[in-house]
């Protein structure tokens, strides 16, 4: 009766720690918005789809991607560890990464020296982390050792009684 209690248990530490796992890291789209920008326009900061605000509780990594047809114009991330998003020219597409990224983010499209009409397609996905989590993982890894010590526990005694009822004889 005790194996197999410890077996159910090990069944179960490991079902739940799999399970935890798996779905430990998530990634969701958060803005996806096409416009068109005329020349000498500006679009942002606060307009439709040009701000995010990350998880509160977790890690993020945001990764943006800029499709652009037609002209070019100047691209603006605000928040934290954007630096090297600040007015950069783009005439291309443009793939983007904040890693980490934490709190508020503002985008910003410039098109004020441009002379051309561009069309241009935003999305930014949102990569966390769940950290409640590591909760269930935790409790998945104590019933794996607990199935797992009570299982060698049983096979130990199994052995002593096997030996000594040889040695009886």
């Known amino acids: 009766m005790k194996r197999l209690a ?33 020349p000498i326009e500006k679009y942002g900061p606060y307009n439709n789809g040009t701000y995010h605000h990350t998880r509160v509780l977790g890690k993020s990594i945001l990764m943006g991607e800029l499709v ?19 007015n950069v020219f783009i005439d291309q597409n443009y793939h983007f ?10 985008f910003t499209f410039d098109n ?3 002379i051309d009409q561009c069309s241009i397609r935003f999305t930014l996905q949102e990569q ?5 989590l590591l909760m269930p993982s935790f409790i998945g890894m104590l019933l794996m ?25």
């Open 128 to 132: 966390w982390m769940n950290t409640f």
């Open 6 to 38: 410890g077996l159910v248990l090990l069944v179960l530490g490991i079902s739940l720690l799999l399970l935890s796992v798996l779905s430990f890291s998530r990634t969701d789209t958060v803005i996806e918005v096409s416009f068109v920008m005329k």
């Open 68 to 86: 652009v047809k037609g002209g070019s114009f100047n691209f603006t991330a605000n928040g934290y560890n954007t630096l090297h998003l600040k």
């Open 112 to 114: 004020s020296r441009g």
């Open 145 to 169: 050792a607990i199935g797992i010590s009570i299982e060698l526990r049983q096979r130990r005694k199994g052995r002593r009684k096997v030996e000594y009822e040889y040695q009886a004889r």
């Open 97 to 106: 990464l904040i890693d980490p990224a934490d709190d508020l983010y503002t």
